[in-house]
């Protein structure tokens, strides 16, 4: 059973950074592309950032592109997500997701990730 333990969420203002980590504790992820997702109420879930297994190409959606940084230390099994500039219309369960294939060319397509994680929660609120 693969765990991904995504942590790091919380209430932040607008403008303000927050570092998301993925922890896959039990399984190495080394060799998979990795991304990061979120879905706000009544949203669907929508890709932001992914990964490959090098970590030599990363993917972005267009409204964070600038802001978030997606990287990996494939070391410890782990994947981070820095976001910077946080705006209002951004609050939202971020989850961490792995594709097994180490390279993805529709990574931010949550249909083609095999596991996911249970979401952390972003608020961004004045």
């Known amino acids: 059973q693969v765990q991904l333990v995504e942590s790091g969420g919380g209430l932040v203002q607008p403008g303000d950074s927050l570092r998301l980590s993925c922890a896959a504790p039990?399984?190495?992820?080394?060799?998979?592309?990795m991304a990061w997702f979120r879905q706000a109420p009544g949203k669907e879930r929508e890709g932001v950032s992914c990964?490959?297994?090098?970590?030599?190409?990363?993917s972005y959606a267009d409204s964070v592109k600038g802001r978030f940084t997606i990287s990996r230390d494939s070391e410890k099994n782990m994947v981070y997500l820095q976001m910077n500039s946080l705006k209002p219309e951004e609050p939202a369960v971020y989850y961490c997701?792995?594709?097994?294939?180490?390279?993805?060319?529709?990574?931010?397509?949550?249909?083609?990730?095999?596991?996911w994680g249970k979401g952390t929660l972003v608020t961004v609120s004045a």
């Open positions: 997701a792995e594709d097994t294939r180490p390279y993805s060319s529709s990574c931010l397509e949550a249909r083609t990730m095999d596991h």
């Open positions: 990964i490959t297994s090098s970590g030599s190409v990363t």
């Open positions: 039990a399984l190495t992820i080394r060799y998979s592309t």
